[in-house]
């Protein structure tokens, strides 16, 4: 067990529709990530919170957006759903700053848009 | 911006065996941390190990070891005495220490561990 919840762990949807995704991080980290993995594809960077601010974006669509709570979880707001949306959606934490520390992966939400 | 790029989408090893898994990255900077990540077919993302750009030792961890040639910007993932249970995607990761300090993945390397 990582101590990164996600939940849900699986979501089925038709395309159009809007979906919300939760994370809650490790206790104590402080920097929250969002990935997503299509099939047998490596992990793209979507978001990077870093104690309720944006730290970094990657290729993140103009249809998903986020945010990191004053309680440090994080929600991943996915919109207008497509069927390429279809993936597993991972939530990762980590302490943060320049410590040598990984990156701390919740199970993944697999997202299915019919 | 930095990159990191696994060669080699697919390999094979016979059981007992060892085997070498590439990773390739670019980035200008000094100071830096590199991971290897194992995804089972569960699909959790497992961390394997982790090595400090710093430090010129070659991390180990058990079965797992890394040769880490910082000049080159290569970490390739030695597993030794493969084990059936070793059969998952691998993963090479770079974290940046200035910015963002932001993961950065490769695109993996499935490995097949053969009875």
């Known amino acids: 067990d990582s101590g990164v919840t996600q939940t849900p762990k699986h979501l089925i949807t038709a395309t159009g529709q809007r979906v919300t995704l939760r994370c809650s991080p490790r206790?104590?980290?402080?920097?929250v990530y969002w990935y997503q993995q299509s099939l047998d594809q490596g992990l793209q960077f979507l978001i990077q919170?870093?104690?309720?601010?944006?730290?970094a974006k990657g290729n993140i669509l103009e249809r998903f957006s986020a945010q990191q709570f004053p309680d440090l979880h994080s929600e991943l707001n996915l919109s207008s759903l497509e069927l390429g949306d279809s993936a597993l959606y991972f939530c990762?934490?980590?302490?943060?700053?320049?410590?040598?520390?990984?990156?701390?992966f919740g199970q993944g939400t697999r997202l299915t848009v019919v | 911006a930095q990159t990191v790029t696994q060669s080699q989408p697919e390999m094979s090893v016979q059981e007992a065996e060892t085997v070498t898994l590439s990773c390739t990255y670019d980035?200008?900077?000094?100071?830096?941390?590199l991971f290897w990540y194992k995804q089972p077919p569960s699909r959790q993302m497992i961390l394997v190990i982790r090595?400090?750009?710093?430090?010129?030792q070659n991390a180990t961890e058990n079965r797992f070891s890394v040769n880490f040639q910082k000049a080159a910007k290569s970490f390739s993932l030695k597993i030794s005495d493969s084990q059936l249970g070793d059969a998952a995607m691998y993963f090479c990761a770079y974290r940046s220490l200035s910015g963002t300090y932001k993961y950065i993945f490769g695109t993996g390397t499935r490995l097949k561990v053969l009875a």
């Open positions: 090595q400090e750009a710093y430090k010129q």
């Open positions: 919170y870093y104690n309720g601010e944006e730290r």
């Open positions: 980035t200008s900077e000094s100071d830096y941390y």
């Open positions: 206790s104590g980290d402080l920097s």
């Open positions: 990762a934490s980590s302490v943060g700053g320049t410590g040598l520390t990984e990156a701390f």
